[in-house]
């Protein structure tokens, strides 16, 4: 039987295959605060809209989650259990529990429409943008 870590670690590397916002997608910090880290992944081109919402609790006990900025309305599906949180555009996000020692995925599989995010996006691409420049790339 594996271990409870080696079947956690696999979940996770399963998700970052499954999920192209966790492999190439801008990092939005939301909160890093203790035991407790939350950010956005945001990839957006072409081809695929997705962001993943990422919260991370390293403590003792679960803790309950309160993302209000930059979450866009639609439906986020969490990526272990399947439930879908469906906040409105007039709605500031939405709350949910993270297990001890644990992490809890969301995907939004839609355009980002929180304008707040956008303005954070292309601050966060232009500075992607001017790094390239001076590297010469």
């Not at 259990?81 to 709605?91: E, F, H, K, L, M």
């Amino acid at each position: 039987a594996d271990s409870p870590i080696y079947t956690s670690l696999r979940r996770i590397a399963r998700l970052r295959r499954d999920l192209p916002a966790l492999q190439r997608g801008l990092q939005v910090n939301l909160i890093l605060d203790g035991d407790v880290a939350l950010f956005l992944r945001v990839l957006e081109s072409e081809s695929v809209s997705q962001t993943a919402l990422v919260a991370l609790n390293k403590g003792d006990s679960g803790r309950m989650v309160h993302p209000r900025r930059f979450i866009s309305a639609g439906a986020w599906r969490d990526t272990q259990s399947g439930a879908v949180a469906t906040p409105a555009a007039d709605q500031e996000g939405f709350d949910f529990e993270v297990p001890a020692h644990g992490v809890r995925v969301w995907a939004l599989e839609t355009p980002n429409t929180d304008p707040h995010l956008r303005r954070e996006l292309d601050r966060l691409q232009y500075g992607v943008s001017a790094a390239r420049r001076a590297r010469g790339n």
